[in-house]
C-alpha cells in the first residue's frame, strides 16, 4: 500500500514549518548538491517525481526549462505548489509515481528530491523512470542515505556519552532491507531502506550509466547558519546520484 503520510495533518503542519523555514537540511545541504548535478535545462522537458511545494518545479523554469510535470501523492502539498509556484510550464498532477503512466522517451530529465525512499517497489519505479527518459537523457535524485535508514529501532541513531555529547553514530541491520517505521514529526512514517549496491544494481539492471554520486557535506556558511549541519562532517545525511540512459 502507498503510504500518504504528507496529508496527515500533524505530519503536515510540522513539516511545512521545517521545509518553508529559511535554515534547514534541504536548502543548506540537498538542494545545492541536488542543482549541481543538473544538466542546462534549457527548453528541456522535465518530471519531477514528489514535487512537494513546487520550489525545484519552479527553479527549473526560472532556468529556462520548457515546461515541468511535477507529481505527488499528497494533496496539501500540490495545494501549497498550486498556490505559490504555480507558472503556465508547469502541471501539478496529485498522483503516486507507481500509478503515473506517460508515453516511453517523453522527457529529458527526470528528477526526484527526497522521495524515492517512500516507494516499496523500487526495481518497478527505475524500470519506468528509465522507460521515460529520451535516450542520452539524465535522471537525477536524492535518498535519505541508507546510513540513515538501516537501523530497525525508532530511537536516535546517535549514541551519546556521559556528558550528553554525540559519541558515535548506530549502523544496524545494512543488509536486511525493507520496510523501516520511524517516528519522524509522528509515529508511524513508513519509509523503505536499501543498500547502495543495491541501489546502483537496480540502475545498471534498468540500463542506466551511473555519472555520479554525491554524499554532500555543508561549506562554512551553511553551518554557521545551521550548527546542527556539522554533524555531517561524520555521517551524511543524502544519497545523490545522476545517472544517463
Ligand atoms: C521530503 S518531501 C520532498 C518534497 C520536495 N521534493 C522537496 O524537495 O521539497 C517527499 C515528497 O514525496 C512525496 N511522495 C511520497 N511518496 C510518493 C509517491 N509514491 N509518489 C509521488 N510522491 C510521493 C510526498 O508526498 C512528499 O511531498
Known amino acids: 500500500?502507498?503510504?500518504?503520510?504528507?496529508?496527515?495533518?500533524?505530519?503536515?503542519?510540522?513539516?511545512?514549518?521545517?521545509?518553508?523555514?529559511?535554515?534547514?537540511?534541504?536548502?543548506?545541504?540537498?538542494?545545492?548538491?541536488?542543482?549541481?548535478?543538473?544538466?542546462?535545462?534549457?527548453?528541456?522537458?522535465?518530471?519531477?517525481?514528489?514535487?512537494?511545494?513546487?520550489?525545484?518545479?519552479?527553479?527549473?523554469?526560472?532556468?529556462?526549462?520548457?515546461?515541468?510535470?511535477?507529481?505527488?501523492?499528497?494533496?496539501?502539498?500540490?495545494?501549497?505548489?498550486?498556490?505559490?509556484?504555480?507558472?503556465?510550464?508547469?502541471?501539478?498532477?496529485?498522483?503516486?509515481?507507481?500509478?503515473?503512466?506517460?508515453?516511453?522517451?517523453?522527457?529529458?530529465?527526470?528528477?526526484?528530491?527526497?522521495?524515492?525512499?517512500?516507494?516499496?517497489?523500487?526495481?518497478?519505479?527505475?524500470?519506468?523512470?528509465?522507460?521515460?527518459?529520451?535516450?542520452?537523457?539524465?535522471?537525477?535524485?536524492?535518498?535519505?542515505h541508507p546510513i540513515v535508514t538501516a537501523r530497525k529501532t525508532t530511537e536516535d541513531n546517535w549514541l551519546y556519552d556521559d556528558s550528553g555529547n554525540s559519541s558515535h553514530y548506530a549502523i544496524d541491520n545494512y543488509h536486511d532491507e525493507g520496510l523501516r517505521e520511524r517516528t519522524w514529526l509522528v509515529d508511524g512514517v513508513v519509509k523503505y531502506h536499501r543498500s547502495i549496491s543495491t541501489i546502483i544494481n537496480t540502475l545498471i539492471e534498468h540500463n542506466l550509466t551511473i555519472e555520479k554520486m554525491l554524499e554532500p557535506i555543508p561549506d562554512s556558511e551553511a553551518v554557521e547558519k545551521l550548527p546542527s549541519l556539522e554533524k555531517e562532517h561524520r555521517r551524511p545525511s543524502f544519497l545523490l546520484i545522476r545517472a544517463r540512459k
Open 1 to 144: 500500500m502507498k503510504q500518504n503520510i504528507y496529508d496527515h495533518p500533524e505530519f503536515f503542519h510540522q513539516y511545512k514549518k521545517l521545509r518553508q523555514a529559511p535554515y534547514n537540511y534541504n536548502n543548506l545541504l540537498e538542494q545545492p548538491a541536488l542543482k549541481s548535478l543538473l544538466p542546462n535545462l534549457t527548453n528541456l522537458q522535465i518530471l519531477d517525481i514528489g514535487c512537494g511545494m513546487g520550489q525545484f518545479a519552479y527553479y527549473c523554469i526560472e532556468n529556462n526549462a520548457q515546461h515541468v510535470t511535477a507529481i505527488d501523492v499528497s494533496e496539501h502539498m500540490l495545494a501549497i505548489a498550486q498556490c505559490e509556484h504555480a507558472h503556465p510550464h508547469i502541471d501539478y498532477y496529485l498522483r503516486a509515481i507507481e500509478d503515473y503512466q506517460a508515453a516511453p522517451d517523453s522527457f529529458d530529465c527526470i528528477t526526484s528530491s527526497l522521495s524515492l525512499h517512500y516507494i516499496k517497489d523500487f526495481s518497478a519505479v527505475i524500470g519506468k523512470i528509465a522507460r521515460m527518459l529520451r535516450p542520452g537523457s539524465i535522471f537525477i535524485f536524492s535518498v535519505e
